[in-house]
């Protein structure tokens, strides 16, 4: 079994920096792509950040400039460093790894999310 365990979640004002992490616990061989996702209230889930295993890192138009996503392959980590955070990026973020490859196959899994909350 696989679980992914986020935390880095708070409340921050408008203009202040945050950093998400995300550990994947479990017999894990490898991991595809790792993302960030997040989810405001009366919103959709929208896609913040990706980084696939080898390759380059995409990212919301709306984040651009102001998050960086980064991992760790060695540790299963996934990063999210969040800088001039604005009310609009309140949210719970969700971490995901898809093509994650373990004794019982390959499987794309979630995170229970973080809360973060922007003040202005």
């Known amino acids: 079994q696989v679980q992914l365990v986020e935390s880095g979640g708070g409340l921050v004002q408008a203009g202040g920096s945050l950093r998400l992490s995300c550990a994947a616990a479990g017999s894990i061989f490898s991991i595809g792509a790792m993302g960030w996702y997040r989810q405001a209230p009366g919103k959709q889930r929208e896609l913040v950040a990706h980084?696939?295993?080898?390759?380059?890192?995409a990212y919301t138009d709306s984040v651009k400039g102001r998050f960086t996503i980064s991992r760790d392959n060695a540790n299963n980590t996934v990063y999210l460093q969040m800088n001039s955070l604005t009310p609009e990026d309140t949210a719970v973020y969700y971490c995901n790894a898809a093509g994650v490859r373990t004794v019982r196959g390959i499987m794309d899994c979630w995170g229970k999310g973080t809360l973060v909350t922007v003040s202005s």
């Open positions: 980084i696939p295993s080898g390759g380059r890192t």
